[in-house]
């Protein structure tokens, strides 16, 4: 079936008439875009070359970097366009479309960090059995399964969505998501609601309890060990759980953001919508890349090497240019 309200236009109406404000945040979000962007793909790269990388947990960093440029590259390029448009609009199926890549960025981004933190758990507390335990075709299940999840659960969310029949046509954000379309619906989905409530507690409450209950048995783990299993615990779980918390802060802004939208002023209106799909892709991968000391020695000697290699390019073409110097100035001089 076709979407009901395929050809009509949204009006963005969170940005304002073009002025400092815009441009500001126009170039703050090409800054952190391009940022973003080179962090992540950086990132991959490191895990994807380094074969001593080839380990659970940096197999779904790997993953959350992927998820992370999904998510930025869904709705960042959108919002600089319209930052410097006269009329902000957007074609309905495109609205449902960034509903859609939105969601399951935040669904996946869940997902994976809680894989994650098994994975820790599993390491600190099953040492002896890790490796029996996370097998690279348990990590492809856990994937498959978090992607498929996600992504099948959202598209059933997004088509309740895109049933509802539309009464109005402007929406008071910089894009779109799930709340800000059944806001233009003409009457309310029951259906959508429990839905919904149904999925935060999936994608959402449930994580944050595995996430909590992984790091209180790390915990008390942790304190029965010795002063060096502390620390290297501590340096393992570190980054991890600083990504969490940054996600989960920025989830929280999110979720204020969509309810209290109308009644903030423009300027806390615009940080909180860009904040969620902004810092965390940004945050993750410089995390792991200065706290995790594998990713650090990873990255320094593919840099040395490239160097080194751009060096000795440099000099055989210095060297080639006087000897091929010294056989025409030879050449002539015999003549």
């Known amino acids: ?136 075709g348990k990590i492809k299940q856990l994937l498959l399964m978090a992607y498929f999840l996600a992504i099948g659960s959202q598209a059933v969310q997004v088509y309740i969505t895109s049933r509802l029949p539309m009464c109005r046509y402007t929406i008071n954000k910089l894009f779109c998501d799930n709340l800000a379309v059944v806001n233009l619906a003409c009457v309310k989905s029951t259906l959508g609601d429990i839905y919904g409530i149904c999925l935060v507690f999936v994608f959402v409450v449930l994580p944050l309890i595995c996430v909590i209950l992984s790091y209180v048995k790390i915990l008390c783990v942790s304190l029965k060990a010795s002063v060096s299993a502390q620390t290297k615990a501590l340096q393992t779980c570190t980054p991890h759980l600083i990504t969490f918390i940054n996600f989960s802060s920025a989830t929280l802004f999110s979720v204020i953001y969509n309810r209290f939208n109308f009644y903030l002023s423009k300027e806390v209106n615009v940080f909180m919508s860009v904040h969620f799909i902004l810092i965390p892709p940004l945050l993750h991968p410089l995390i792991y890349g200065i706290r995790t000391k594998e990713i650090s020695n990873s990255l320094t000697k593919f840099l040395h090497k490239k160097i080194f290699a751009i060096d000795v390019k440099l000099r055989k073409e210095h060297k080639d240019c006087c000897n091929n110097s010294v056989f025409i100035c030879g050449k002539k001089m015999s003549v």
């Open 1 to 136: 079936m076709l979407l009901p309200s395929v050809n009509i236009t949204l009006i963005l109406t969170g940005y304002g008439p073009p002025g400092a404000l815009n441009y500001g945040v126009f170039v703050l979000c090409l800054v952190v875009y391009i940022t973003t962007v080179c962090a992540n793909v950086t990132l991959m790269l490191v895990i994807y070359i380094d074969t001593t990388l080839h380990k659970p947990m940096y197999i779904f960093l790997f993953n959350l970097a992927i998820n992370g440029l999904i998510g930025s590259s869904a709705v960042i390029p959108k919002i600089m366009s319209n930052l410097l448009a006269d009329m902000k609009y957007l074609l309905y199926l495109d609205c449902i479309l960034q509903v859609f890549s939105v969601n399951i960025y935040g669904t996946c981004a869940y997902a994976i960090l809680t894989l994650m933190a098994y994975d820790r758990y599993v390491s600190i507390c099953k040492p002896l059995q890790y490796h029996n335990i996370m097998t690279p």
